[in-house]
């Protein structure tokens, strides 16, 4: 079996097209922001582990970051309609059966992160009811240790004020993302291996989202 290939931004027009208008439409309606791009490796497997405040954020992260593609999980369900199953397949989206421990999705995107590809992970696993930032699922321990990738955390900002879940109309709410220092691999491995720590990789990384949250305003990273 031949090795996939990380994904490039010129061999994704349709991505690169999509994020372009995302990042034009983010900028002028809710002033998007970005801070901590510098900390994002331009190549490489890497996990992105953000919170979910919002059906935005997936858009504000592809809008955030042109260097290169972000792949994201999905619901299969958005594959069912022509246009759905075009768009979806060309972004990079990696279809998951919600709800019952799709192992074939997750060993997918395991093996996108062996190949070099950046995949955009939530560990909380749905959208936050309140804003707050809500527990972590399991997986993303699973995912660290099998793919022995790095995790860029980032928390986004405004999307839940922005576009709530039940919410018709995007308001014109300022939006900002963080993206903080990557966690290694060593660091992860200092916390154990095995299942045992899987639990404590994902506390680490929702303790580095939440440390992001509790930064104070800085200016704006092009």
Not at 97 to 107: C, I
Request: aromatic share 10%; charged share 25%; proline share 6%.
């Amino acid at each position: 079996m031949s090795k996939t290939r990380a994904e490039t931004m010129a061999g994704m027009p349709v991505y690169r097209v999509s994020t372009l208008l995302f990042n034009f439409y983010f900028r002028l309606w809710n002033r998007l922001q970005v801070r901590g791009v510098e900390h994002v490796p331009e190549t490489g497997g890497m996990l992105l582990a953000t919170n979910h405040a919002s059906f935005l954020d997936p858009a504000i992260i592809g809008a955030s970051l042109r260097a290169r593609p972000i792949l994201f999980l999905a619901r299969d369900s958005l594959w069912k309609s022509r246009f759905g199953k075009w768009w979806m397949d060309r972004v990079g989206c990696i279809p998951v059966s919600r709800g019952t421990g799709d192992m074939r999705a997750l060993r997918k995107m395991i093996e996108r992160l062996k190949n070099g590809s950046c995949v955009a992970l939530f560990p909380e696993g749905t959208r936050t009811e309140d804003g707050e930032i809500q527990d972590a699922k399991g997986g993303a321990g699973f995912i660290v240790e099998k793919s022995g990738c790095s995790v860029v955390p980032a928390y986004i900002d405004g999307t839940y004020k922005a576009h709530p879940k039940g919410a018709r109309w995007i308001k014109p709410v300022k939006i900002t993302i963080i993206y903080g220092a990557p966690i290694t691999p060593e660091e992860f491995a200092a916390l154990g291996t095995g299942r045992e720590a899987y639990d404590k990789y994902t506390t680490l990384i929702m303790q580095r989202i939440a440390q992001l949250k509790a930064e104070p305003s800085q200016p704006t990273r092009r």
